[in-house]
């Protein structure tokens, strides 16, 4: 009995050793250049922030390799275009500030073969929003700023995500 349980536990945890959720899609390209990130809307300071967290998120991945543009297989271009700021709490005491936003951000993707200049997608939105908390009490702007400062990289991140999976998922 017991040297049955232990060849059934043997086989249980041998065919589990290497299984993966999904089967990562084949890439026609093994070598990405990024664009410097165009920021066409009024978000303040994203396009460094998007430019190296989507690197990141690509690295993390492990199937593509950033490289400068003369070694790349393909060329990714990001320009964003729109930014939000819309109030979603107000104060109790004054029902005309704000205490609370959500951010948005919208970004245009292309993926272009920098060996034959054909695109793999072009043009292709994608966005992300978060929450912000901004303390309006008597200094204002300072106070908005700071809180806006400190609530981008958390809406840029989840925006370089979904770009990163435009990337490396099927199209």
Known sequence: MLLTFGLLLLALA????NYRIGKAADLPFRTVYIEPVANRSFAPQ??????????EHLMRDGRLRIVGPDEADAILSITLFDYEREATTVRGDDTVLASKFTMSVI???T???ARTGRPYFQDRETGAETEGIFGLDDELTLQGMQSEYQTMPILTEKLARNIGNLVLHTW
């Open 111 to 113: 993926l272009t073969d």
């Open 46 to 55: 994203a396009q460094a922030l998007v430019s190296t967290q989507v690197r």
């Open 14 to 17: 041998g065919g589990c050793a």
């Open 107 to 109: 970004a245009r993707c």
